[in-house]
């Protein structure tokens, strides 16, 4: 548990810190924006459907849940609802008949194969090409570090 008697940030820390924040906030509005208006999924669903479209014989809600490191009751809710808009299936898992799979239905693949261009070319507009080689290694490196930490310390919970 944090000591909640820890020193206050300091200006560079509270700086860094809100930065994180706004572009956080600011990166998943305008993906939300954009996916929503043309393709009717939020960025979290795309992260969904895109992760689906790697795994031809599916994936558990819990290994959804801990690829894009969301609760499973969060991952369930997500899947149910585009299990309702036809873009995802569930079977029963061969190997364990009480456990399900989920699977990346046709309208689903079509979704992602008519987003992805135009997400990716956001992507780029709106990160990579502002950032030289550099910058995408350290900031790789960082988030990567960050949410390694954040698994460890700050799981999420259902």
Same mark, same amino acid.
């Given at each position: ?28 509005? !305008? ?32 290994? !959804? ?46 979704? !992602? ?46």
């Amino acid at each position: 548990m944090p000591d909640e008697r820890a020193p206050w940030l300091t200006p560079e820390e509270l700086d860094a810190w809100i930065g994180l924040i706004r572009l956080s906030a600011r990166i998943v509005a !305008l993906s939300d924006g954009e996916l929503r208006r043309h393709h009717g999924v939020t960025g979290r669903d795309y992260e969904l459907l895109h992760h689906l479209s790697g795994a031809p014989t599916g994936y558990r809600i819990s290994d !959804l849940a801990d690829m894009i490191d969301d609760s499973s009751s969060c991952i369930t809710h997500r899947v149910n609802r585009l299990r309702a808009a036809g873009l995802v299936d569930k079977r029963a898992d061969p190997s364990d008949r009480r456990a399900r799979l989920v699977e990346l239905a046709p309208a689903g693949r079509a979704v !992602l194969e008519a987003a992805a261009p135009g997400h990716v070319a956001r992507v780029r507009s709106w990160i990579i090409d502002a950032l030289d080689r550099d910058d995408i290694h350290d900031l790789a490196r960082v988030t990567r570090t960050l949410n390694e930490h954040l698994r460890a310390t700050a799981p999420l919970t259902d």
